[in-house]
């Protein structure tokens, strides 16, 4: 079936590094992605999203960039923080209103 | 509010007994969803509204399974006669519009323990 699959089940890092998770999504038709943070015992926390017709978005120490050729995914964290220890989603919605389909998740883990 | 706002934030319920969760979006939004997350697992979405109807019902796992909205605003997502395996967390979120590239907030989910 159609899914949006994760690379690393597991990442761990050390504080100060910058971070790469990786996603591969199936369906070509998906035309906007997105994706989540979330921390042990809450919901996911919106991060940074990038429509179809771009290849790269930045937000704040984080930066999301889309490989539409080879339907890929990545999310970087620049100088990883503790607090960015958390397990990260990536979604992928084909505008059948608005619903997002996820992947398994990453968990990030961040060394002192 | 604020928020997607969901309740209860816990549930232990016996098995075969009936659950109602809620959920209220924030304020404006005309898309409602429902997802269900497994311990460890990715988030499996099980409906969707605009406004007070639902096109999309295809990920609900069963008929005991069952949601309404009501006044645009508030949904429920009814459990009947719950089994062990319905154990999860039950995720609402909401968007403005309800089309793809309008960002979906969460709420922060009900964890349903079935016993």
């Known amino acids: 079936g159609e899914s949006v699959g994760l690379h690393l089940p597991t990442l761990s890092v050390q504080e100060g590094d910058n971070s790469i998770i990786n996603c591969a999504y199936s369906n070509s038709a998906s035309d906007y992605f997105i994706w989540y943070k979330q921390e042990s015992g809450k919901g996911p926390q919106f991060i940074i999203d990038i429509r179809s017709n771009m290849d790269k978005r930045q937000g704040q120490r984080v930066t999301v960039l889309l490989n539409k050729t080879v339907k890929h995914l990545s999310l970087q964290i620049a100088a990883t923080q503790p607090g960015d220890s958390a397990v990260y989603f990536c979604a992928e919605s084909r505008n059948q209103g608005g619903k997002l389909i996820f992947g398994q998740g990453t968990e990030l883990s961040v060394k002192p | 509010g604020a928020g997607v706002s969901q309740s209860p934030s816990n549930k232990v319920t016996e098995k075969g007994k009936d659950v109602e969760l809620r959920c209220d979006p924030i304020?404006?939004?005309?898309?409602l969803y429902w997802y269900r997350q497994s311990l460890g697992q990715g988030l499996e979405f099980l409906i969707y509204f605009q406004g007070n109807s639902a096109p999309d019902k295809s990920g609900l796992p069963s008929d005991r399974f069952s949601a309404e909205r009501t006044g645009g605003s508030v949904s429920t997502l009814t459990i009947q006669r719950t089994q062990q395996e319905d154990s999860a967390v039950y995720l609402c979120?909401?968007?403005?519009?309800?089309?793809?590239?309008?960002?979906?907030?969460f709420g922060e989910g009900s964890w349903l323990t079935v016993v």
């Open positions: 304020s404006g939004h005309t898309a």
């Open positions: 979120a909401s968007s403005n519009r309800g089309f793809s590239g309008n960002t979906i907030y």
